[in-house]
């Protein structure tokens, strides 16, 4: 069974992953739910919701496995507000520099 992930980044380094993104989705490595962004023009991306990160106090509801930050230069800051603020667990985070290494899993 795929694993229910939150992509949180949607600047040019999501753009980076993406593909490596969607081909672990098609592969059914994992499921994307949704996506958050400081953007607040983008609503839905590819049919799933767009969380603002400043609104993220409960991500929207959404029954989560993982996050995958897809942000390098903030992703210090995105996990420790998700361990301080949201009151999630460290091991819920991945760095989506992980998704680059050959037979990740």
Same mark, same amino acid.
């Given at each position: 069974m795929a694993d229910r992930v939150i992509i949180w980044g949607m600047g040019h #380094?999501?753009? #980076?992953?993406?593909?490596l993104l969607k081909l672990n989705e098609e592969c059914g490595n994992i499921e994307i739910v949704a996506y958050v962004s400081k953007d607040s023009t983008i609503k839905h991306f590819e049919g799933k919701e767009v969380i603002r990160g400043e609104e993220s106090e409960? %991500? &929207?509801?959404?029954?989560? #496995?993982?996050?995958? =930050?897809?942000?390098?230069r903030y992703h210090t800051e995105i996990v420790r507000y998700g361990e301080s603020v949201l009151g999630? #667990?460290? !091991? !819920?985070?991945?760095? &989506? !520099? =992980? %998704?680059k290494?050959?037979?990740?899993?």
């Amino acid at each position: 069974m795929a694993d229910r992930v939150i992509i949180w980044g949607m600047g040019h #380094d999501f753009f #980076d992953f993406y593909n490596l993104l969607k081909l672990n989705e098609e592969c059914g490595n994992i499921e994307i739910v949704a996506y958050v962004s400081k953007d607040s023009t983008i609503k839905h991306f590819e049919g799933k919701e767009v969380i603002r990160g400043e609104e993220s106090e409960n %991500l &929207g509801g959404v029954y989560f #496995d993982y996050i995958i =930050v897809t942000t390098r230069r903030y992703h210090t800051e995105i996990v420790r507000y998700g361990e301080s603020v949201l009151g999630i #667990d460290r !091991k !819920k985070f991945i760095n &989506g !520099k =992980v %998704l680059k290494i050959p037979y990740f899993n």
